[in-house]
């Protein structure tokens, strides 16, 4: 049985209230009963902790108020210890149904130590996979596919030939690696003519790709993602992109061939950057954002498309949506400098 004291050690917080207080189960602010620990990380959550009926909770020092009447855990990253908490409550098992007669496993494949693989999966020629990795239904890897220890490849995946993905990479459902880059040369006649995608991918360890999210090949050389780097649902990643360590993308984000995002960036839904851009460490991108240019800098943020520095956008944006407003005072100002022409004219 989890107590508040034992998450809290877990979680390296501080304890205020009851420390013996017995933890069951992990729910939002306003669904958390009885037994449960939930979290408060934003203040406009406030509203429901008086209702909560939560044992514990876990918050930052700055949100904690003596009159709080449940256990509190204070925490400086909330987040972090909402994940190090639902581990703890729920440790993450897999069950992957087995049959080595619905698999096709090639002869000269290379499979480690407590390996699974699920039923109606191949596994191709010279494919090499890590200890401890596991890989769902459905599943086709191709030849000369490399796969670290520790990964989860859920199910209807498709690594194409000689992709390369490091340790502890979690690939989700339908994802497709290594499909062929958008290459085609115009011809005289008005046709275009196929350019063959040689090269190949290179995802290195603790990467998360999310469900349905495409990564093309190299053209020539290598499309490489980076240590740590999270990719969402949905997201397309052209030939030879480079995606830096730990560069998180949120869904329907796409990026154009041979451009590359520095380590740290941050880039927000449906943002689109065009090709053979390179961006600095530390930017941040908007939700809906165009990129149409390089970005030098490190640490900045930007917005609007075509994308611009956040804050000239926001002042930019105050003013876009007072020009109706603006437009009837210019009309209403050059009708007054008429008429005071016309009486001077006079």
Not at 105 to 129: M, N, P, Q, Y
Not at 196 to 222: H, K, L
Not at 273 to 278: E, M, P, Y
Request: net charge negative; charged share 20%.
């Amino acid at each position: 049985m989890l107590t508040v004291g034992k998450i809290a050690a877990l979680v390296g917080g501080d304890v205020r209230g009851n420390a013996a207080t017995p933890i069951e189960g992990f729910n939002s602010i306003d669904k958390a009963s009885q037994g449960d620990i939930t979290f408060l990380s934003n203040e406009k959550y406030l509203k429901h902790l008086n209702d909560s009926t939560a044992s514990a909770i876990l918050m930052h020092p700055k949100s904690y108020d003596v009159s709080i009447e449940q256990a509190c855990i204070l925490v400086d990253n909330v987040y972090v210890a909402i994940a190090d908490t639902i581990e703890a409550l729920a440790p993450f098992t897999i069950k992957i149904p087995v049959d080595t007669n619905l698999s096709h496993i090639a002869e000269t494949a290379h499979i480690g130590e407590d390996v699974k693989i699920g039923v109606f999966t191949t596994i191709s020629r010279e494919v090499e996979i890590g200890d401890n990795t596991k890989i769902h239904a459905h599943v086709f890897v191709g030849e000369g596919v490399t796969i670290g220890k520790g990964c989860i490849i859920y199910p209807g995946v498709r690594l194409y030939d000689n992709v390369h993905i490091g340790d502890n990479v979690i690939i989700h459902a339908n994802a497709v690696i290594g499909s062929d880059g958008f290459g085609f040369a115009p011809q005289r006649d008005g046709t275009f003519k196929k350019i063959p995608q040689i090269g190949d991918v290179i995802i290195e360890n603790n990467v998360e790709i999310g469900a349905n999210t495409v990564i093309d090949r190299a053209a020539v050389g290598s499309t490489i993602i980076r240590e740590g780097v999270k990719l969402d649902n949905l997201i397309q990643v052209a030939h030879n992109v480079e995606i830096g360590a730990h560069t998180v993308m949120a869904a329907q984000v796409g990026v154009a061939g041979s451009t590359k995002l520095g380590k740290h960036c941050q880039v927000g839904g449906q943002a689109g950057i065009v090709g053979h851009l390179n961006i600095a460490d530390q930017t941040r991108i908007q939700a809906q954002s165009g990129m149409i240019k390089s970005v030098k800098e490190p640490g900045t943020k930007w917005y609007g498309y075509p994308a611009i520095d956040y804050n000239n956008y926001l002042k930019s944006f105050a003013i876009y949506k007072n020009l109706p407003d603006l437009q009837s005072r210019i009309k209403e100002l050059e009708k007054r400098l008429q008429e005071l022409q016309q009486s001077l004219d006079k």
